[in-house]
């Protein structure tokens, strides 16, 4: 039995996009007789609004989607996350860091090693030594500990879908490539005590995600997501990551960029057939 979720944040209305993806892992969970979960991803709290909170129901229901009662909301969440950053902190496996990005870079920029993988950078351990107090600044991983805490394990996944480069399958990774590739990431914000990485690793588990769906531009977070979970001894989910629905320019519809919602396909009488085909295609 599968149990897939959708996780939008409501920073927006939702768009194609969301439809897309809210309807594959809809339909992975239905063919299964499996279980549909929703989540509320509100984490950062400047740019999430309620009347975009409050339109995702509506969206969802206009689409045909149905979810199971017990809907996830992490603003409500956060002290959950603390109790795990506080395991993390018991074992010496986080640090916390003080460097702005423009002190990252420049950092990496003094070494001629500004390595990017594939949207980010490679911290350079800046803070490592610093002993800095965790609550007060960013909070980073410290992936040599963890590879000595683990005994340097090979870690996988299992990709249902189909990642940016054709990835399928089980796809194996070591915490040398982790250090290398990714680095010492930041898996809570001083501003939010939390990040993405960390709240929708710990939720998916307590939600018993057994199939976590979500757009092919976060293949390469799938890492990160995997370590977590072995940090903190979770049953590892299969993944599907799914085609991207593009603009008539070919570019990834996005809130920020104002892609069309899907209110507004419905203000201009699109119906949910249309909607489907336009997302199928």
Known sequence: MIISRFAPSPTGFLHLGHAYSALLAFQLAKTSNGLFKLR?????LTRCKKIYHNKIYYDL?????KWEKDVFVQSDRIYIYKNYINFLNDRGLVYGCE????DINNALLALDKPFKYPNTVTYPGTCRKKKLDIWSNNIRINVDKINHHLGSPTLSFNE????????KGIQQFDLQWFKQTLGDIVIARRDIRTSYHLASTIDDFHQNVSLVTRGNDL???????VLLQKLFNFKIPNFYHHKLINDQNGKKLS???NSESLNQLREKG?????????IEQ
């Open 255 to 257: 809130k920020s960029k």
């Open 219 to 225: 293949f390469y977070d799938t890492p990160i997501h």
């Open 270 to 278: 699109m119906s949910l057939d249309e909607i489907k085909s336009l």
């Open 61 to 65: 229901n206009w689409l045909g989607v």
């Open 99 to 102: 460097c702005s990005r423009s």
């Open 40 to 44: 509320i991803e509100d984490i950062d």
């Open 160 to 167: 249902k879908g189909l990642g940016p480069n054709g990835e």
